[in-house]
């Protein structure tokens, strides 16, 4: 950069200068922001990591969460959380499928894609709102694991349809092409060509998608309730982690296993995200 | 297919049961006084949301000024000054910061924030500033993300050209690469605000919850989100359809901003598969 | 990507493991309501499912009037309330009084007030009192803070303080009552209501019109802030909730509400 030469003219500051000031100030903002991070991370795990025991994360709680544990919370998202996306998916991928292999590119499709992205920026609130109504009193599910399951499946459905739809039309023409021509029919050359280039795109969707649902309270607090029982059933009411967390801290009840929540919490959306960026990378690397 | 048949109905459903249970008392309010109206007193039967309105524009453009300002800043540091090596750890921190759950951040929030307003700047704590930061960092990572790869989708020739004339790298930036790649950046600004609007949880926890419109930074707000939320499990009849009167006002508003951010994503240049299929995969973070 | 679906069979595995395990779990009884009644009652459920390990009872929040919203489209079989049900509304339900609850006015430790008098508080919550000087305190701005619409807390201070008076539009709204402790104990120029049993040693619940916010007093009928607790149902109890709500009314039920800071129900 040094070598150079700097134009003069009619230029009060010299550009170099401006150019490490900004550097400076973007530097600035940017460290800014990781520390942000940090410090969340840290303070949270320096509060709840000493709290998160074996016998924190295999107890149910007792006296309205001071003691105890989160045994039931945690299976209780994980019914929540995994229903949902178990639901989604599938659906998800497959509509997606539908709309760039088995159509025509066109106004109908591109409506649907429309939709599917205004759906996907709808404000959960909204979500839990049709859910309660809808779910929990219209169809007499009441505030349960499924309700709230099938609350999330439908506020994850349109993101996963997109990002399945751009894995898939990002595999090369000459996949299909390829295919077609060795004799295949449609369908094989989707389930067994198509679909494998585009499954770490795919993946990373629905990986995220468990991401959005383990960290959703407020549709989740209207529609799987927030019971402090372990669920039984898929009726039954449960409260998830995230709910708990906020529970727990808005109540004052106790902090300590509020902190301690949060980490577990954390600690899943660690794992999580470092999955959804191994599975992008793969995808990257195949279809570049 | 009928999966993608039941999908696009479910997805149809709601859309038309948000509509339905709330336009009509929308009808009986009157259009006018229900988004005019300063007075919220649903148990007297009056449903006027302009005060949540306010709260919600204010709390979103001050969340986007600090989105826009951190996000992009990051972005253009981590497309042209910074070496590979560190972007692969800074890159995906900042995408970190995207999966935090939202009472988290509402938590600490009000552990630190709101008391560091209340103390040092003064008024309640709770109040626009506090969630406005508290939103600006939710919403930094979607911008950063997105204008990230609108800024490595300018083709390497602009930056080439416009070193061979002798610019630096910042002036390269600011005077050519930014307005290139502007309507991605746009798209990415968009789309941050579509989530700003939308956030719930955080904002309950710091922003206050009053019904008055705010008449500065320090005095505390509601948004059109909150509103719903702290009302929603309590109401009947006229209340509760008055709340889905206010998620059709977002809706409608959801809606306006998605297909700005469609019109504004549609002038991008044409581009490989690939690029754009990373930049949705980017999207859903 | 097989280890994906790998991982997706595992989660539907422990589901239905669970399923199968957790199944015989006898009747459940869903309270549904009131946020202030709520910590109790998931105290009392949890007595009451030690002895009787085949009975689950489900507590959930929500508020008092989505309690009774709950308890009449049946999503609940017991509706928990913290206010005097309306007239229409005793047409609709029985009600059984489990508890007594005293209203506190909280304000911050450091706040050196001891007492007010109905009209004061009337007037701080209606906006028209701007520093504690004027009521007698401190050097400090006056920061009323309320519940949601809809609580029941709230709807027995408006009846029993408020009166015809709108609460200040400025007023902060939490929305629970430990959202208000939490506050009214970080900010010194707050003031707030909540439930008398859930105050703990942090904050001061000042005297109102020169009576002690005591249990003692709440019993003797002095304390004039008194709200009931009520377990609300649509008709006549099913079996299951009747043997919860025994239980809730028997000696040892009342005896833990006791211990917990509340007033028995006689």
């Known amino acids: 950069m040094e070598a150079r030469q700097a134009r003069t003219g009619p230029m009060r500051i010299h550009p170099h200068i401006t150019q490490r000031l900004a550097v400076i100030a973007m530097w600035t903002l940017t460290v800014i922001t990781l520390g942000v991070l940090l410090f969340i991370i840290a303070y949270i795990f320096w509060h709840g990591l000493p709290h998160v025991t074996w016998s924190f994360l295999s107890e149910s709680p007792r006296s309205m969460g001071r003691e105890g544990g989160v045994l039931p919370m945690i299976v209780g998202t994980i019914w929540v959380a995994g229903l949902a996306v178990a639901l989604a998916a599938p659906i998800g991928v497959a509509t997606a499928v539908y709309l760039t292999e088995y159509t025509r590119e066109g106004r109908l499709t591109a409506v649907i894609r429309f939709g599917a992205d205004c759906l996907a920026g709808i404000p959960s609130i909204i979500f839990g709102l049709f859910g309660f109504v809808f779910f929990a009193i219209y169809l007499g599910m009441g505030l349960s694991v499924i309700s709230g399951a099938l609350t999330l499946a439908l506020m994850v459905l349109p993101t996963i349809i997109r990002t399945s739809e751009e894995a898939i039309r990002a595999v090369p023409q000459a996949y299909r092409e390829v295919s077609f021509g060795l004799g295949s029919t449609r369908w094989q050359m989707v389930t067994r060509v198509v679909l494998k280039s585009a499954m770490p795109g795919i993946g990373t969707g629905i990986v995220l998608s468990i991401g959005r649902s383990i960290s959703e309270t407020a549709a989740v607090m209207l529609t799987a309730g927030s019971a402090l029982g372990f669920p039984h059933s898929l009726l039954d009411s449960s409260r998830t982690m995230a709910l708990h967390f906020y529970i727990l801290s808005r109540e004052g009840i106790s902090m300590t296993n509020a902190y301690a929540t949060a980490s577990v919490l954390i600690l899943a959306i660690l794992a999580i995200n470092l999955a959804a960026y191994w599975l992008m990378r793969r995808f990257i690397a195949k279809v570049a | ?285 | ?266």
């Open chain 3, 1 to 266: 990507m097989k280890w994906l679906i790998g991982i997706a069979a595992i989660v539907v595995v422990l589901n239905g493991l669970s399923l199968i395990l957790g199944g015989g779990r006898g009747d459940a009884v869903n309270a549904v309501g009131s946020t202030s009644i709520q910590p109790f009652a998931e105290m009392l459920a949890q007595a009451y499912e030690g002895s009787h390990p085949d009975l689950y009872v489900n507590v959930q929040g929500g508020g008092s009037t989505a309690g009774l919203q709950a308890a009449a489209n049946g999503l609940a079989q017991i509706g928990m309330c913290s206010r005097d049900l309306t007239p229409d509304e005793t047409k609709e339900f029985r009600d059984i009084v489990i508890a007594r609850d005293g209203l506190a006015i909280v304000v911050h430790p450091s706040n050196p007030i001891e007492g007010l008098s109905r009209d004061q508080i009337r007037r701080i919550f209606a906006g028209e009192i701007h520093n504690w000087t004027e009521v007698g305190g401190p050097d400090r701005p006056v920061r009323p803070i309320t519940r949601e619409e809809g609580s029941g807390t709230r709807e027995a201070f408006v009846k029993k303080v408020m009166g015809k008076v709108r609460i200040a539009r400025e007023a902060l709204t939490q929305e629970s009552n430990g959202a208000v402790k939490e506050l009214v104990r970080n900010d010194p120029a707050g003031v707030g209501y909540m439930s008398l049993g859930l105050v703990g040693g942090e904050l001061r619940a000042v005297d109102v019109d020169g009576v002690a916010p005591t249990s003692a007093n709440v019993v003797a009928g002095k304390y004039p802030l008194v709200r009931p607790f009520l377990f609300v149902t649509k008709g006549k109890p099913s079996e299951t909730a009747q043997a919860f709500i025994d239980f809730v009314l028997s000696p040892e039920g009342q005896r833990m509400i006791e211990n917990e800071g509340l007033v028995a129900a006689k």
């Open chain 2, 1 to 285: 297919m009928l999966a993608a048949l039941s999908a696009v109905s479910g997805l149809a459903i709601i859309t038309a049961f948000i509509f339905k249970e709330g336009l009509p008392i929308i009808a009986k309010v009157g259009l006018g006084d229900f988004i005019f109206s300063n007075d919220w007193y649903p148990t007297e039967g009056q449903f006027g949301i302009l005060p949540m309105i306010v709260g919600s524009l204010e709390v979103t453009a001050g969340a986007m000024v600090i989105g826009v300002l951190f996000g992009l800043g990051c972005a253009v540091l981590l497309v042209d000054f910074v070496p590979p090596r560190p972007v692969a750890v800074i890159k995906p921190s900042i995408e970190l910061l995207a999966g935090i759950p939202s009472v988290v951040y509402g938590f600490m929030g009000v552990v630190i924030l709101v008391p560091f307003i209340r103390d040092y700047l003064g008024g309640p704590g709770l109040s626009v500033l506090a969630a406005s930061i508290v939103l600006g960092i939710m919403v930094l990572p979607t911008v950063t993300s997105i204008s990230v790869d609108a800024l490595q989708a300018v083709p390497r020739a602009y930056r080439e050209g416009s070193i061979a004339l002798g610019a630096t790298e910042w002036q390269t930036t600011h005077m050519v690469v930014l307005k290139a790649a502007r309507s991605g950046i746009v798209a990415a600004v968009i789309l941050g605000m579509g989530r700003a609007v939308g956030e719930t949880m955080a904002v309950i926890m710091v922003a206050g919850n009053t019904i008055a419109v705010p008449h500065s930074i320090l005095d505390p707000v509601r948004t059109l989100t909150s509103n719903i939320a702290l009302e929603m499990g309590y109401a009947a009849g006229d209340h509760r359809q008055a709340l889905f009167a206010t998620g059709v006002t977002l809706f409608v508003i959801i809606m306006i901003l998605n297909t700005i951010a469609l019109a504004v994503s549609r002038r991008r240049a044409r581009r490989a598969p690939f690029t754009r299929a990373r930049l949705f995969v980017e999207d859903m973070t």
